[in-house]
């Protein structure tokens, strides 16, 4: 569109006709116009993973006997004889409770999980008797053993017309091996959504292409959707043509596609330009939804009811082509979606959310709350995750999306949150105790690709980076974990706690030798011009502590204030801090500190570190850095 002022034409500014939906306002719209879940009967080996469609109750009791719970010998309780007469039938397990009988100062052998024979009201375990001459056994007790013991009673673990599973309960492996146990081998379940997934766009070509012509790219969408469909208990429905941008392509696929399918999924053609046809499509062909949503990534994204030839209806779901917008707003809106019409109630189809703490600064943005990318490490001091960013967020950028593991939800607003600052995150991945270092080190120097670097892309300003990061070694000294004898846990968590400054750049594990030691530092500070080094262990007493004696070798000037701070603040947990012979000096421009290796220690000293290190840092480089050293 254009207009003419003055007799100059200037262009106006597209304008959506959608208004821009708060995401919570978007989720109401889906959850309120899902179709409605189908139920099916499985059979048991094909019921995982599925949810359970109404309440199972038990037709019998379990255990359907009393069962002995040890190796042993059943007695009667009521004999007081040491001496007991073993019966000639044993009770093992599978065979008939009637098999056996135990008559006055008589025993009868019986294995874990075996019936109970007549008569018979306590087990003595195996440990607790020897055998005589004669076919007899002597009790090793003092008092002969009370009534019951050792005994599981019949129904004691579930009794008849009790209910074992409730409807909504999705079955997982100990469910399925419940269900067995009480004979249910065809189970009733809501059927799996079956979700189509189709890819828009004329600069598309299949993922398998191995030569790109020119002006085209692969789609990586429609495979990242068909996994992460299958990661939410559903199975993609691949409709294998890419559809062109031409309105007759996109209004036919929607409406064909639609036909088979409880979800369809799509991605491109929902944008402003004069190509973007899927809104206007779905406006011909069924009820919108919604057509914007107030978030970052994936403001684009649009809803839609299409009614389907049996008289049921398709959820369609349009995401943008950028990879990360389509795979963020997958997590936010699809898998809910998919969840719910798999028999989960709203709130259980939701991922999970939680509060964690961030290891760096964040800038924020002023129009709309952003869903960014990280993962979560569990700190084990402050007893909370901390999130690391997977750096550059472009929505094209799929590399921020690998191994990230929450969505960390930003408020909409100016400025930026500091390192420390306690977030709500929505999980999307696997959390664990901790990540690898590999994982750690990924995602730091994507953090740090945030930051200014020596080239500039027009679509990232460098205003839009995060603070001065400095480059760091971390050099561990064990003789053990040299050799591979023991996890090299206090090098990893030194990263951890220093990343809100710096980036790992080198880390190594040397043993406890002087010479290996002051080699790698003057290396270290010579070759690779590290602006700090941190050593952890060998700052002990002990003959082969030689961090300190290494250190002192190869600095020309010491830091001893850095050395007297983490003494005051070690002695403040321990007197033994001041067995620490720990020393802090500079080579160059770089700075050495040592550590202890306890992780423990490795913390407290990390709490007086953090606060001095970036104006320590700025002086040691000198004011305008001419010496190369290596400021990322």
């Known amino acids: 569109m254009a207009d003419v002022h003055q007799g100059v034409t200037v262009p106006v500014p597209a304008k959506s006709k959608y208004p821009m939906l708060e995401v919570a306002e978007c989720l109401a719209r889906i959850r309120d116009n899902l179709p409605k879940p189908r139920v099916e009967s499985r059979p048991l080996r094909k019921a995982r993973g599925l949810v359970l469609a109404r309440n199972v109750s038990a037709s019998e009791d379990m255990p359907p006997f009393p069962a002995s719970i040890m190796d042993g010998y059943a007695v ?40 109970i024979p007549k008569g018979a009201d306590a087990v003595v375990k195996v440990e607790d008797v020897v055998t005589t001459h004669g076919g007899k056994i002597r009790l090793l007790l003092e008092n002969s053993p009370a009534k019951g013991v050792h005994i599981r009673p019949k129904g004691c673990d579930v009794t008849a017309g009790d209910v074992v599973l409730r409807e909504g309960m999705v079955l997982g492996s100990a469910e399925i091996g419940l269900l067995a146990s009480v004979g249910c081998t065809h189970i009733p379940v809501f059927s799996p959504a079956r979700v189509g997934v189709v890819s828009t766009g004329d600069e ?17 969408n429609g495979a990242l959707l068909e996994a992460a469909v299958a990661d939410v208990g559903a199975e993609a429905i691949i409709f294998p043509s890419i559809v062109k941008d031409d309105v007759e392509s996109v209004a036919a696929s929607l409406r064909d596609m639609s036909a088979s399918c409880d979800i369809l999924i799509t991605t491109g053609g929902v944008s402003m330009g004069d190509r973007d046809l899927v809104k206007p499509c779905l406006e011909d062909i069924g009820t919108m939804l919604f057509g914007r949503m107030c978030m970052k990534p994936g403001k684009p994204t649009t809803a839609a009811i299409v009614s389907r030839p049996d008289g049921n209806a398709c959820l369609v779901l349009a995401l943008p082509g950028n990879p990360v917008s389509c795979a963020v707003t997958f997590q936010l809106l699809v898998a809910p979606a998919i969840r719910a019409l798999g028999g989960r109630s709203w709130d259980d189809a939701q991922a999970p959310q939680m509060h964690v703490r961030l290891a760096q600064e964040l800038k924020l943005d002023p ?10 490490v569990y700190d084990d001091v402050q007893q909370t995750f901390l999130a690391f960013s997977t750096g550059v967020q472009r929505s094209s950028r799929l590399l921020s999306m690998r191994e ?21 995150a929505m999980i999307i991945g696997r959390l664990g105790a901790t990540a690898s270092a590999d994982a750690l080190g990924r995602a730091r120097d994507a953090a740090a690709s945030t930051r200014p670097a020596s080239h500039h892309c027009g679509c990232h300003d460098a205003k839009t980076t995060t603070s001065h990061h400095w480059s760091l070694g971390i050099l561990t000294v064990s003789d053990r974990c040299s050799r591979g004898e023991a996890e090299d846990q206090s090098g990893p968590r030194i990263g951890e706690l220093l990343a809100p400054v710096c980036d790992i750049a080198q880390t190594s594990i040397v043993a406890d030798d002087q010479s290996t030691i002051q080699s790698t530092l003057v290396n270290w500070c010579d070759s690779l011009k590290l602006a700090l080094i941190v050593t952890t262990g060998g700052t002990g007493m002990s003959p082969r502590d030689v961090t300190p004696e290494a250190t002192r070798a190869v600095i020309e000037r010491e830091a001893p204030g850095l050395a007297h701070a983490m ?4 002695l403040g947990a321990t007197k033994m801090a001041a067995l620490s012979r720990s020393v802090c000096g500079i080579r160059g421009r770089t700075l050495i500190v040592n550590l202890p290796g306890s992780k423990k220690a490795v913390a407290e ?8 290190l970036p104006h320590a840092l700025r002086l040691i480089s000198g004011a305008n850095d001419e010496t190369g050293h290596r400021a990322v």
């Open 76 to 115: 009667r309780s009521a004999d007081k004889l040491a001496e007991r007469t073993i019966v000639s039938v044993a009770m093992r397990a599978g065979v008939s409770p009637d098999a056996g009988n135990v008559g006055p100062g008589e025993a009868a052998y019986v294995t874990t999980g075996a019936p």
């Open 204 to 220: 598309l070509v299949p993922a398998c292409t191995e030569t790109l012509p020119p002006g085209k790219i692969r789609d990586s």
């Open 367 to 376: 129009e709309r709350p952003e869903y960014h990318r990280a993962i979560l």
């Open 404 to 424: 990230a593991n929450a969505l960390l939800m930003l408020p909409k607003q100016a400025g930026s949150l500091a390192p420390g600052s306690i977030v709500r």
């Open 567 to 570: 003494m005051d603040r070690g």
């Open 605 to 612: 000293c990390a709490e007086v570190l953090l606060p001095l």
